[in-house]
């Protein structure tokens, strides 16, 4: 089915796009939520109304795909519109693209940029996997193997789910899917799944303790250790940092100290 350009503003001047700019009633425009697309953030909604100007607003982006409209970007800007229009639908000019299936939806959705409202690491990823990416969808596989998952639209910590996406792939991408696995099972046999343990200090913590000391630590004594120190005290020994080490080693610390604990056999050395 071919689209009207009802304002024909690439015949005009001459320009190839690759979309259309054409004129769709707010109703019949749908948000991909369960898919990839984010939840809508009233306050952002109201902010955009306030300081609404014709002469800035960005066009909504569009994928005509099986007859319907899905957003991909600018879904606050519609929300805005319909706002400033006493919240009833009206019409509203839009770039629209067709021929995108589902998966490249996804992908445009998750490299949106320009003035569109930052992503979030979890809905970035969660776009990803839906779009097929080789790399995020190895993440999350590597992820759920050791029995996890991921809270892609909340920081809320709970059990068995990380919210810490972006800290867990930075790690995942710097220490191999082999470290990444082994000190998330360890994480989970410590703690059992609970929230504290997921939090970004608990996660570079053990990550790089089992990098740093691979192939040298007993993991029923690491396991031991962890479960004798709570997860809100590696962060706090962390952020009080008394060992004055940088980055990622003042998370080591607490995790060192209670594996070697008061006993100097098999202890391991400071390599860090």
Known sequence: MRLSNTNNFSASFNVATPYQMVVIHSSKLIYPRELYQRGIQRKRVELIARDFNEYTANEP???????RYYVTDGQHTIEARILRNGGKDLPI??????GLTMQQEALFFAEQNGHAAPLTAGIKLRAKVVGEDALSMAFLAATNRVGLDFNYDSLQLS???????????KLYNQMGEKIYCEALRLIVDAWEGKPDSFRAAVLKGVMYFVEVYHGEFNEERLIRALRSVHPMEIYRTGMDNPAKLPGWKKYVFPIYAAYNGKSRKDALPMKF
Do not use: E, M
Not at 61 to 67: A, D, L, Q, T, Y
Not at 93 to 98: D, I
Not at 159 to 169: E, K, N
């Open 61 to 67: 982006k569009i994928s005509f795909r099986n007859g």
């Open 93 to 98: 000019l839009c770039k629209v693209y067709t």
């Open 159 to 169: 059990d068995y789910r990380i919210s810490c996406v972006g800290t867990a792939l």
